[in-house]
């Protein structure tokens, strides 16, 4: 398998006011095509920062960050809000969905900006709502729905662009456990039956299990505990 993300020797910082925080340290990752990669580790080990370049939303100090073939760390912010749209599904703990829009119409947002017709738009909202089991609840609005429905939504939504990399950031975080397995289960029969490269954020050690990989963020570097060695 080819690798579809390729990390090298990249650092990253924030500034709180007078202090700098450096948050990764020279980090390497690859994640093979068809992967189902958790990212595990402590609040402040540098996860998240990690999936937030992965998935384009930041950019490094230093390094190398190559996610479906194009150097991210190159790109100017217009060019890379592009690559964002044709490659990466999005999914968060908070849903972020829209409330005065119906699941259908919350679906169809990352479609707006396309060159789609409406009859292709409708097309692919309703296929994306079934693949998550929703089709029947197209019309209804965030209100209506309860949290796994609105995770589910959130889900089509992320996946109506036909994205080659999904990106969770503590999808189940907001989630009791039954709800939580029926999410995760949706989320490895998208990457085992429907091909779709997965990387995910989580805590939770029961949710990490659902991945094919696991690794550890601790203190801005990679950390492989399957291996008792840095990664």
């Known amino acids: 398998m080819a690798a579809i993300v390729s990390i090298r020797n990249v650092l990253k910082g924030y500034s709180r006011g007078k202090q700098r925080v450096e948050v990764l340290h020279g980090l390497d990752l690859d994640v093979e095509e068809g992967e189902f990669l958790a990212l595990m580790g402590p609040s402040g080990s540098g996860k998240t920062t990690l999936l937030n370049l992965i998935g384009g939303l930041d950019r490094p100090d230093k390094g190398e960050v190559v996610v479906v073939g194009e150097r991210l760390d190159r790109l100017s912010s217009g060019r890379l809000a592009q690559w964002r749209a044709r490659n990466v599904g999005f999914v968060f703990q ?3 969905l829209l409330p005065v829009l ?3 119409r919350n679906v169809e947002v990352p479609l707006l900006l396309t060159k789609l017709s409406a009859k292709e738009r409708k097309r692919r909202v309703h296929a994306a709502l079934e693949l998550v089991g929703l089709a029947d609840r197209a019309k209804h609005k965030p209100t209506e729905l309860s949290g796994g429905q609105q995770q589910r939504v959130a889900i089509a939504r992320a996946l109506v662009s036909d994205p080659v990399l999904l990106v969770c950031d503590e999808p189940t975080g907001d989630l009791d ?3 939580s397995d029926s999410i995760l289960e949706l989320l490895q029969l998208l990457n085992r039956e429907h091909g ?3 990387v995910m954020v989580t805590h ?7 991945a094919s990989r696991r690794l550890y963020v601790d ?5 492989d505990r399957t291996m008792g060695a840095a990664a």
């Open 177 to 179: 456990r039954e709800t």
């Open 102 to 104: 119906s699941a259908e």
């Open 196 to 198: 779709k490269t997965i």
């Open 94 to 96: 908070f849903y972020n």
């Open 204 to 210: 939770d050690p029961k949710a990490a299990g659902y």
């Open 219 to 223: 203190k801005g570097v990679l950390v």
